[in-house]
């Protein structure tokens, strides 16, 4: 679960992150606001009206969805699991009350905070982005500073000042988490080293020997 206010480089990072790490794959949520510039239907998002939004909740068929900055978004359920089932590992960007919801439904899910430097530079950022109204950047601001005390619900922060190191520390944390304890395939441990082998022979003394021992007897 991938965070972060408006304007930090969330989806920059995470496209690339997803282009650079074997075995995860971006959760494409639905929304009912327009598309951007350059945003195609179904790869950034999937565009939809919100009669449709509507319907798919009463449907139950969101793992989460939350209204933000007067849109809705929201993660298919179907979509997730799917990939889930698969063996694979699912990113997804959600806002802060998304991630609250998954939290509830997924305990083993990785929570990871992006935060610009300093305010001052997302100010810069959302500005330069374009398309949004002075008023409009000043409300994802104030939203940036009531949403930022979220970080302590999250596993990790990444500061995204320089964009490689950040992306660095993005797959940091992925390959870490995968080999952690916890994840590790017991099947293969225990059939590895835990489970007792036919690889010895007795002796008339009681001692073992190896295969490559019991070869060279007389």
């Known amino acids: ?12 990072l995470c496209k690339q992150l997803v282009a650079t790490v074997p075995g995860l794959r971006h959760s494409i949520s639905y929304t009912t606001r327009k598309p951007r510039p350059g945003e195609v239907h179904g790869r950034e998002y999937f565009f939809v009206e919100d009669q449709l939004f509507q319907d798919m909740i009463q449907r139950n068929e969101f793992a989460e969805w939350a209204p933000v900055y007067g849109h809705f978004y929201g993660t298919p359920r179907s979509a997730l699991t799917g990939m889930m089932n698969q063996g694979l590992d699912v990113l997804l960007e959600i806002d802060t009350q998304g991630a609250t919801q998954i939290k509830k439904r997924f305990e083993d899910a990785v929570y990871i905070y992006i935060l610009p430097p300093s305010l001052e530079t997302l100010r810069i950022r959302l500005e330069n982005r374009g398309g949004d109204a002075p ?4 409300r994802r601001l104030q939203k940036a500073r009531e949403e930022v005390w979220s ?5 990790y922060i990444v500061r995204n ?3 490689k190191q950040a992306l660095q520390e993005l797959e940091a ?23 007792e082998k036919d690889d010895t022979s007795t002796v008339r003394d009681g001692s073992t020997l190896t295969p490559q021992q019991e070869n060279r007897r007389p």
Do not use: C, H
């Not at 970080?151 to 596993?155: K, L």
């Not at 992925?174 to 489970?195: M, P, S």
């Open 1 to 12: 679960m991938v965070s972060a206010p408006s304007g930090a480089g969330k989806t920059t």
């Open 135 to 138: 008023e409009e950047i000043q």
């Open 151 to 155: 970080y302590r619900n999250y596993d």
């Open 161 to 163: 000042d320089d964009m």
């Open 173 to 195: 944390i992925i390959l870490a988490e995968r080999i952690k304890t916890k994840r590790l395939n017991i099947g293969w441990l225990e059939e590895n080293f835990i489970r």
